[in-house]
């Protein structure tokens, strides 16, 4: 049977953790490890981690920010395969770890992507937005689109041979290391055709104007970096592709 280390980074997230908490420990596949990286939460998010079993490792100290906190997970991951889940993200049924891992069971595959949607933070039945990885290639790198990142599973040992999140981005460390992995190492990867992880709406880089311009110069520069030829107008017109995210929201 294949181990997972499933890895979740917080901070002061008292009011969303538990049903993160929940959703693993709850998942069918019996071979998890949960790992938490907590970053010195003075709320009482550490009594809350303290309270599930389940969790086999909690570190809870001062960061560098989300993907260094991230890396502090994968250092101490002994699964053979990894994932993240963030503390407003959970498992949407008991078996989704179980399914991700029978697409493990084929060693030529590498990693796997899925779908994920964005349910309302105060009403979690209610879907805002579907993001699907179903027909996604790596050429769409290019275009600033990549595989949601909370439903990407990938060996360990991929992530020893090429490298962690680069801390030295703010804000788009995840695309950057997709382009590394799926792009320029080619991993192979298999899509799982079903939502993989529900996400809570809102994040860091669609807080602001600011926040969403930054992403955009941090993506230019990921695929810049990483030998992808493109430009900011052509990394802007992924928004228009994004309109149909948000149908589930618009038909209500």
């Given at each position: 049977?294949?181990?997972?280390?499933?890895?979740?980074?917080?901070?002061?997230?008292?009011?969303?953790?538990?049903?993160?908490?929940?959703?693993?420990?709850?998942?069918?596949?019996?071979?998890?490890?949960?790992?938490?990286?907590?970053?010195?939460?003075?709320?009482?998010?550490?009594?809350?981690?303290?309270?599930?079993?389940?969790?086999?490792?909690?570190?809870?100290?001062?960061?560098?920010?989300?993907?260094?906190?991230?890396?502090?997970?994968?250092?101490?991951?002994?699964?053979?395969?990894?994932?993240?889940?963030?503390?407003?993200?959970?498992?949407?049924?008991?078996?989704?770890?179980?399914?991700?891992?029978?697409?493990?069971?084929?060693?030529?595959?590498?990693?796997?992507?899925?779908?994920?949607?964005f349910v309302s933070r105060t009403d979690?039945?209610?879907?805002?937005?579907?993001?699907?990885?179903?027909?996604?290639?790596?050429?769409?790198?290019?275009?600033?689109?990549?595989?949601?990142?909370?439903?990407?599973?990938?060996?360990?040992?991929?992530?020893?041979?090429?490298?962690?999140?680069?801390?030295?981005?703010?804000?788009?460390?995840?695309?950057?290391?997709?382009?590394?992995?799926?792009?320029?190492?080619?991993?192979?990867?298999?899509?799982?055709?079903?939502?993989?992880?529900?996400?809570?709406?809102?994040?860091?880089?669609?807080?602001?104007?600011?926040?969403?311009?930054?992403?955009?110069?941090?993506?230019?520069?990921?695929?810049?970096?990483?030998?992808?030829?493109?430009?900011?107008?052509?990394?802007?017109?992924?928004?228009f592709s994004k309109i149909w995210e948000?149908?589930?929201?618009?038909?209500?």
């Amino acid at each position: 049977m294949t181990a997972f280390s499933i890895i979740t980074v917080c901070r002061n997230s008292a009011d969303v953790i538990g049903t993160c908490l929940e959703s693993v420990a709850s998942q069918t596949h019996l071979e998890i490890e949960h790992i938490v990286i907590d970053g010195a939460s003075t709320d009482d998010t550490c009594k809350i981690i303290d309270a599930f079993p389940h969790v086999a490792k909690r570190l809870s100290e001062p960061d560098q920010g989300l993907y260094d906190a991230m890396n502090k997970g994968i250092a101490m991951a002994t699964g053979d395969v990894i994932g993240i889940l963030n503390s407003d993200d959970f498992y949407p049924n008991t078996g989704i770890v179980a399914k991700v891992a029978k697409e493990f069971d084929d060693p030529a595959v590498d990693a796997t992507i899925g779908d994920i949607q964005f349910v309302s933070r105060t009403d979690l039945r209610r879907i805002t937005r579907y993001c699907s990885a179903k027909g996604w290639s790596v050429d769409k790198f290019k275009d600033g689109i990549m595989p949601p990142h909370p439903a990407f599973f990938v060996r360990r040992r991929h992530y020893e041979r090429l490298g962690g999140y680069r801390t030295d981005y703010q804000i788009s460390a995840d695309f950057e290391l997709l382009v590394r992995f799926l792009h320029n190492a080619r991993l192979h990867y298999r899509y799982v055709p079903e939502t993989v992880v529900f996400m809570r709406s809102g994040g860091a880089s669609n807080a602001s104007i600011g926040k969403r311009l930054l992403l955009n110069r941090e993506t230019l520069r990921a695929c810049r970096e990483n030998g992808i030829d493109t430009n900011m107008l052509r990394l802007g017109m992924r928004y228009f592709s994004k309109i149909w995210e948000f149908a589930p929201s618009l038909m209500r």
